[in-house]
């Protein structure tokens, strides 16, 4: 049986003497979509920190197409096809929204193929192609965080990591955004996305984790869409 | 000696600004480093140092002036290279004042291993000192070395300009310089990006070595150490966050001490650090973003 | 147990500065020298961690009042006929009074508390970076200043005709007296007020605590200790501007980095163990015999070897020699012994 693209088993992260995320397990396929839920201090930027490199897990795997690459420097986790969107977009403000792009690139793994990743890119998000020249801090939010996502697929990832890409944006913005999403799963990425936006996860992925105090409580598929009641309980499990 | 304007004459204008562009670069040379790595290099001023005694050394051997001008590059880049592998990496995320004082630390201690290698009293760097004469031109007598300096600097800074603004390792270095963890998270590598400005801020310190032992033959173990002074006072006043601010504060302080030193008799000119030092600090309480930035770039905290 | 450590902690210290004392007094005179000016240095290290390792806030300025309480006692001990020799240009009020010793050291305090207040009430607002950079400006100016305003003292000219009364009795009274009011300062409400700035500033002001106003106290306090510093060390040497510039703020902060920057003990210790540490290498540089075996360094090893020290332990070790503890029978669980400056 092949290896799941992004699998992690028994991850374990501590800040300082929290312990952010306890024994978490799941694995995330080509072309899927998976959510992690559940409420604020949950554990779930710290995952996807750890999955990243940037932070140092305590204990337990990450592993890329079978391979480990738990505590590996960001730098080369990019470089094995993980791009992350952070939490807050962080894009440089200071640079272009075509340098935000070029930047980008840093954490390609071929060489070949640029020009053809920044057209596909153009394509999902035209408004990114018209605002090349301009400063990164001018543009709206929405805006931004279409240029965060475009910015992590240049870099022609496997794994496409988002932290809670909706926050802060109109509603309109986020069905561009979960669309634009959709498209990206079409491609064949993993794509493991962390929301505040639970019902809309769950209805939306192809199966949603709900995590609470640094566990995994429960699993939804989008058939449970609607469900509050195993959600809330989750939630304050 | 014709008078310029405002009763200074073309000379001492011309020397302040040749200073101001020698302080230019060290500010460039300060800024790179502290905008890629946080880090305020006390210690500049010595690669300065190291690079005028390569230059002193080879000139009293009477090697040709090129040959001193290799070995100033040489142990200036090798000697940059060490401070960061020794010092600036293990350093690398402690807060600034532990920096600081390590860097002040190290400023120290190559300091006195100079003095104890040289001694105090210092070694002549003469092979350049044909740039110390004055060329006239249109009746007004100008020091060679104010023009190649300010020539000199101003096409490095030109260089720097087109590196960090159309080349990829530029543009990883300003990234790495706004917003360091999210550029490691998209892939910049962390290490050549250092590696590039420390190599740059090395280069620079050797140009301005060579340029410093043309106006200031005698190399002693604090050669640089009051200039350095000054031009971190200058970069603050410019602003530290941002390289083109505190490139404008390095030359400011560096024209402007080099047209005070010049233009004050001296009995006012005494008190000169103390102005200047004092003007940095109000800098810092009432703007310390620096005075040539825009609102809201701060490097420096208020309580 | 518990009732025990504040004494200990407060003994420790005192207890290191006797028994440094004691082997200045027995050993031989070439050794009290150095002991004497180990202890002076202990009273300058111990002022720079009431403030420096109190508010985790980093001066290079310090050793400015120590300058001006030198030139205070300096200029106001000597005997007025002394005085033109080698300060012509004093003014009238200086030029014509005389003070015994305890009345020069006295005034060294105050005028190192007033300069540092004077100071104090801009710079507090400042941390990290700007205080360093600002605090070294302070230093740069007070050094201008006393080079060359020749109404307030020798201006260029090295301090001579100084009564010197810091022998090894006054130095070790003195250095004991700057560790009784740092002990007394810590265990007080401001000190533990600035404790916790230093710990988190945030949740401190979230309580009510006004950091400016901390920081200032344990400045101005430092600033006095600095400034009796200066007065018993114009009593102990000839100094001029530049023995009160940058090499005495960077051994003495050397002092303070390897014994430990965030407690007494550390501060005490260090100062002494460096001191120590330069004797031996003073002597070595003049030729002596250690173990059979005949030692002579080149003059300046000294500053290479602590510069050296001083370095390593920022890398390896930032904590100091003491980790940044207080003496205690039992090493009470650390509660996040966070001993970094603040940012």
């Known amino acids: 049986m092949k290896a799941p693209v992004l699998a992690v088993q028994n991850l374990e992260v501590r800040h300082g003497a929290v312990d952010a995320v306890r024994g978490l397990s799941f694995e995330v396929g080509r072309g899927e979509i998976v959510g992690l839920i559940g409420p604020n201090g949950a554990g779930k930027s710290s995952t996807l920190h750890a999955i990243m490199g940037a932070v140092r897990p ?97 870099a022609d990832p496997e794994v496409l990591l988002l932290d809670e890409p909706s926050l802060g944006l109109a509603p309109r913005v986020v069905d561009l955004v979960f669309d634009a999403l959709a498209s990206i799963r079409e491609r064949g990425l993993a794509i493991l996305l962390v929301e505040q936006r639970a019902q809309r996860t769950v209805a939306f992925a192809d199966r949603s984790h709900v995590l609470s105090k640094g566990k995994l409580r429960l699993t939804l598929g989008p058939e449970s869409a609607g469900d509050t009641d195993a959600l809330v309980s989750a939630y304050l499990a | 000696m014709t008078v310029a304007v405002l009763g200074i004459d073309w000379q001492t204008l011309a020397d302040a600004i040749g200073l101001g562009a020698i302080y230019a670069l060290m500010a460039v040379g300060i800024g790179l480093v502290f905008g890629v790595l946080r880090l305020v290099n006390f210690a500049y001023g010595q690669l300065v140092m190291a690079g005028a005694y390569a230059l002193a050394f080879a000139s009293e051997r009477g090697w040709p002036v090129s040959v001193g001008i290799v070995l100033c590059f040489a142990v200036v880049l090798a000697l940059s290279a060490l401070m960061d592998q020794i010092v600036f990496r293990p350093l690398r995320g402690q807060s600034p004042a532990v920096m600081l004082v390590a860097t002040f630390a190290v400023a120290f201690l190559l300091q006195s291993i100079a003095l104890l290698w040289f001694g105090p009293l210092g070694k002549i760097s003469a092979s350049l000192a044909t740039l110390n004469q004055p060329v006239t031109i249109s009746g007004v007598d100008i020091r060679k070395i104010a023009i190649v300096a300010t020539v000199l600097a101003a096409g490095c800074l030109l260089l720097l300009v087109v590196l960090l603004g159309r080349t990829r390792v530029g543009l990883h270095m300003r990234a790495a310089a706004m917003d360091f963890r999210t550029a490691e998270l998209l892939g910049v590598r962390a290490g050549r990006v250092i590696g590039a400005a420390v190599l740059i801020s090395g280069l620079l310190a050797a140009v301005v070595a060579v340029m410093l032992t043309v106006q200031t033959p005698l190399v002693t173990p604090d050669f640089a150490l009051r200039d350095t002074i000054l031009v971190l006072a200058g970069v603050v006043l410019g602003g530290m966050n941002r390289l083109v601010p505190a490139t404008l504060g390095g030359f400011a302080i560096g024209f402007a001490s080099g047209l005070l030193g010049g233009a004050l008799p001296t009995d006012q000119s005494q008190y000169l650090p103390s102005f200047l030092f004092a003007a940095v600090i109000l800098v810092l309480l009432v703007r310390p973003g620096g005075l040539f930035t825009r609102e809201g770039q701060q490097a420096v905290e208020r309580v | 147990m518990r009732r025990v450590d504040p004494v200990l902690q407060l003994l420790g210290p005192i207890a290191l500065i006797g028994i440094a004392a004691l082997v200045g007094m027995i050993v031989s005179t070439s050794a009290e020298t150095y002991v004497i000016n180990a202890l002076v240095n202990v009273a300058i290290v111990v002022a720079l961690y009431v403030f420096i390792g109190n508010s985790g806030v980093l001066s290079f300025g310090h050793i400015s009042f120590v300058a001006v309480g030198a030139w205070a006692a300096g200029v106001l001990s000597m005997p007025v006929e002394e005085k033109p020799a080698i300060m012509p240009h004093l003014a009238s009020l200086l030029r014509d009074h005389t003070l015994g010793n305890v009345w020069s050291l006295a005034l060294a305090a105050a005028v190192g508390a007033a300069y540092a207040l004077v100071v104090g009430l801009p710079l507090m607002r400042l941390s990290g970076l700007g205080a360093g950079i600002a605090t070294f400006g302070v230093l740069e100016i007070t050094h201008n200043v006393l080079r060359y305003w020749e109404k307030i003292g020798p201006g260029l000219n090295t301090f001579s005709a100084v009564p010197e009364t810091t022998g090894l009795l006054q130095a070790s009274l003195g250095a004991m007296l700057a560790v009784v009011v740092a002990f007394a300062y810590r265990r007080s409400r401001f000190g533990r007020l600035l404790g916790a700035t230093r710990e988190d500033a945030t949740a401190a002001r979230a309580v009510g605590v006004s950091v400016y106003r901390q920081r200032l106290i344990a400045f101005v306090l430092s600033g006095t200790l600095a400034g009796f510093a200066g007065g018993l060390y114009v009593h102990l040497l000839p100094v001029n501007t530049e023995s009160v510039y940058l090499d005495l703020t960077f051994i003495t902060l050397a002092m303070l980095v390897i014994g430990g920057a965030t407690s007494l003990w550390g501060a005490v210790v260090g100062a002494l163990a460096v001191s120590a540490v330069d004797s031996f290498l003073a002597e070595a540089e003049s030729g002596i015999h250690v173990f059979g075996q005949s030692l002579d360094l080149p003059a300046g090893t000294r500053i290479v070897v602590v510069g050296a020290l001083m370095a390593l332990v920022l890398i390896l070790r930032p904590a100091g020699l003491t980790g940044g503890r207080e003496l205690a029978f039992r090493q009470r669980r650390p509660l996040r012994v966070l001993t970094k400056f603040a940012k």
């Open chain 1, 58 to 154: 305590t204990g337990g795997d990450v592993r890329l197409n079978g391979a480990s690459v738990i505590g590996r420097r960001p730098e080369d986790v990019a470089r094995r096809g993980v791009a992350l969107v952070p939490e807050g977009r962080r894009i440089f403000a200071e640079l272009t929204v075509e340098e935000n792009l070029v930047l980008g690139l840093a954490g390609r793994r071929r060489r070949e193929g640029v020009m053809e990743d920044m057209s596909d890119v153009y394509d999902l998000f035209p408004v990114v192609e018209e605002a090349r020249r301009r400063k990164a801090g001018t543009l709206s939010g929405g805006q931004q965080q279409q240029l965060a996502i475009a910015r992590a697929l240049v």
